[in-house]
């Protein structure tokens, strides 16, 4: 699974599943997995069909787990 780096993410705003998917090595799943264990930012839901998560707190999650 090829991942980009938290240089592709924006600085701040909101980011779906599939853009932090690209950043996070691992599968969308775990994603879910690691949110509900709190291992991983908490989505903010934006409309009954829209999910994502603040910018920042997933590039801060990056920063926090590559040390």
Not at 17 to 35: E, M
Not at 40 to 53: C, E, G, H, I
């Amino acid at each position: 699974m090829a991942t980009q780096s938290a240089h592709s993410l924006p600085e701040t705003g909101f980011v779906r599943q599939t853009q932090v998917l690209q950043v996070v090595p691992f599968s969308h799943a775990t994603l879910w997995r690691r949110v509900k264990s709190g291992d991983f930012p908490q989505p903010v839901k934006l409309s009954d069909r829209v999910t994502a998560w603040r910018a920042e707190e997933v590039r801060q999650w990056i920063a926090k787990v590559g040390k």
